[in-house]
């Protein structure tokens, strides 16, 4: 069995011997990857220039796989999956060269600002409480497989737009990068149920708590619930949405504790529920309105 270098550099050679024709120019790039919860190496195919930004996939992951007795072979069709396809050419994502057409696949993602401190001051972002919104362009999206890249402060001066140009277009086309879902908590799991909780995420369930960042989302639930409510983060990609009832923040807060036993490190949220403030469209932790 390889260790980790040897197994990259096996990855790499067979990458570059399966290449396609339209692909024989490409450099095969082994590369370290920071992003929201987690940093790894990766392996991506770039045709455009080495300016340019390309997908990428998670070797630091596949090596794990390999561990557990996946054979190279499967390995790398995945990565061909994943990096390109015969009917997805690497050529077809030019749009990145145009911020007019990037601007269509930018969206927002919500993380926890403490666990991903030092990436933080390497990208553009908005601090909500204690979660941080980041931006993000999506590369490529079928059904699950879902491939983005993080715009960091190097990425937006190549750009030549304003940070908040940026956070304006992201929140503006994120609704049709991650389409929103807003379901009662019965439904999502196919029982009938009164209880009045619901379920925030997007149609892929990929960053899905990013959903709650839609003013659309938020006048939405302000309706439903009457006024203010609690948000009760279950990942990255799925949150809950509550009446505000104060005599629950503490079981609510336990119950976020336990989901979080379940849940990989890098997909956790927080550790505690949020309030919305409706009168003053603000998300609030709920350290800070019960200090």
Same mark, same amino acid.
């Given at each position: 069995m390889y260790d980790f270098?040897?197994?990259?550099?096996?990855?790499?050679?067979e990458v570059e011997k399966s290449l396609p024709t339209y692909?024989?120019?490409?450099?095969?790039?082994?590369?370290?990857?920071?992003?929201?919860?987690?940093?790894?190496?990766?392996?991506?195919?770039?045709k455009l220039g080495k300016n340019e930004p390309y997908p990428v996939a998670n070797l630091t992951r596949m090596f794990e796989d390999y561990q557990k007795g996946i054979p190279i072979e499967a390995i790398v069709s995945k990565i061909e999956e994943l990096v390109y396809s015969p009917s997805l050419p690497i050529g077809?994502?030019?749009?990145?060269?145009?911020?007019?057409?990037?601007?269509?696949?930018l969206?927002?993602?919500?993380?926890?600002?403490k666990e991903n401190e030092l990436l933080l001051k390497e990208i553009p972002h908005r601090m909500?409480?204690?979660?941080?919104?980041?931006?993000?362009?999506?590369?490529?999206?079928?059904?699950?497989?879902?491939?983005?890249?993080?715009?960091?402060?190097?990425?937006?001066a190549n750009l030549g737009i304003s940070e908040e140009q940026l956070h304006e277009d992201a929140l503006r086309n994120s609704v049709e990068v991650l389409i929103p879902v807003v379901k009662p908590a019965g439904d999502m799991i196919g029982i009938s149920s009164d209880l009045p909780m619901q379920v925030i995420t997007d149609? *892929?369930?990929?960053?899905?708590?990013?959903?709650?960042? @839609? !003013?659309?989302?938020r006048r939405e639930l302000t309706e /439903?619930?009457?006024?203010?409510?609690?948000? *009760?983060?279950?990942?990255?990609?799925?949150?809950?949405? @509550? !009446?505000?009832?104060?005599?629950?923040?503490?079981? /609510?807060?336990?119950?976020v504790r336990l989901?979080?036993?379940?849940?990989?490190?890098?997909?956790?949220?927080?550790?505690?529920?949020?309030?919305y403030d409706s009168r003053n469209d603000r998300i609030l932790s709920i350290n800070d309105v019960m200090s």
């Open positions: 270098e040897e197994f990259v550099d096996r990855v790499k050679e692909l024989k120019d490409a450099d095969v790039v082994i590369s370290d990857v920071k992003k929201i919860g987690e940093t790894y190496s990766s392996i991506g195919i770039n077809d994502i030019e749009f990145l060269k145009s911020y007019d057409q990037m601007k269509k696949r969206f927002v993602r919500l993380c926890n600002a909500i409480s204690d979660l941080a919104m980041s931006y993000h362009i999506c590369i490529r999206s079928s059904g699950t497989n879902f491939a983005s890249a993080t715009i960091d402060y190097t990425a937006l149609t *892929i369930r990929i960053n899905g708590s990013s959903v709650i960042m @839609y !003013p659309e989302v /439903f619930y009457g006024g203010d409510f609690l948000i *009760i983060p279950s990942s990255i990609h799925e949150i809950l949405a @509550y !009446p505000f009832q104060p005599e629950r923040i503490a079981e /609510f807060n336990s119950m989901v979080n036993e379940h849940v990989d490190q890098e997909d956790r949220l927080s550790d505690h529920v949020y309030v």
